[in-house]
């Protein structure tokens, strides 16, 4: 059983910084692809970014390319979602999510496991 848990979220102003967490439990995060998404209300969930460490690929939406970097720690079996410049648009319900075959995929339907999410909002 895996599971997953974020934490990071809060309240920033514009141009500002955040550290999103995903820990894992019952999977080691080097060994498959892990995407963030976020969703706010009324709309879909919406890719973020993914990275999957074996082969190397990493994908970011267009949105946040050049400003949100995804990095693991090992020994804390921790993704991070490190985002800078934030604005007001990032304002969302964050969440990880991991897909146990394949690389990376914008499609939400490719993932396995998901947390339960961490609200960011940035204020203007």
């Known amino acids: 059983q895996v599971q997953l848990v974020e934490s990071g979220g809060g309240l920033v102003q514009a141009g500002g910084s955040l550290r999103l967490s995903c820990v894992a439990s019952?999977?080691?995060?080097?060994?498959?692809?892990v995407g963030w998404f976020r969703q706010t209300p009324g709309k879909e969930r919406e890719f973020v970014g993914a990275k999957y460490w074996s082969g190397g690929n990493l994908l970011y939406a267009d949105s946040v390319k050049g400003r949100f970097t995804i990095s693991r720690d090992d020994a804390k079996n921790t993704v991070y979602l490190q985002m800078n410049s934030l604005k007001p648009e990032d304002t969302a319900v964050y969440y990880c999510?991991?897909?146990?075959?394949?690389?990376?995929?914008?499609?939400?339907?490719?993932?396995?496991?998901w947390g339960q999410g961490t609200r960011v909002t940035v204020s203007s």
């Open positions: 019952g999977r080691a995060f080097s060994s498959y692809a």
């Open positions: 999510a991991l897909r146990l075959r394949g690389s990376v995929s914008s499609a939400e339907s490719q993932y396995d496991y």
